[in-house]
Nanobody, 123 residues
Framework: QVQLVESGGGFVQPGGSLRLSCAAS????????MYWVRQAPGKGLERVSG????????YYEAAVKGRFTISSSNANNMLYLQMNNLESGDTAVYYC????????????????RGQGTQVTVSS
């Protein structure tokens, strides 16, 4: 079955960096848009970034653009999120998510997520 396992979260001071990883299995990774979504305390899910199946086109939500970089490895079925210049507003549980279908465009349907990894930004 589909498995998405995130790692790399932690506690960091404002201005610091973290790199999240997601190991994917149970589906043909290279056919799917992949996303990073987050949920801050008391708030809903927010998609922060996405990458196309070929790994050559990415999307960023405005609040993270210029600070976060998404990447993927189809050879290793891995998804990454490099997060630089972290801010307190980035504190959240971060989830790796796959698009529901093997599309060649980004959609708003990504119901399969991992267990999440906590990112806490605080001084």
């Amino acid at each position: 079955q589909v498995q998405l396992v995130e790692s790399g979260g932690g506690f960091v001071q404002p201005g610091g960096s973290l790199r999240l990883s997601c190991a994917a299995s149970g589906f043909t990774f290279r056919r799917y848009w992949m996303y990073w979504v987050r949920q801050a305390p008391g708030k809903g899910l927010e998609r922060v970034s996405g990458i196309n199946p070929d790994g050559d086109y990415s999307y960023y939500e405005a609040a993270v653009k210029g600070r976060f970089t998404i990447s993927s490895s189809n050879a290793n079925n891995m998804l990454y999120l490099q997060m630089n210049n972290l801010e307190s507003g980035d504190t959240a549980v971060y989830y790796c998510a796959k698009d529901d279908l093997p599309r060649n465009y980004m959609s708003n349907y990504y119901n399969t997520r991992g267990q999440g990894t906590q990112v806490t930004v605080s001084s």
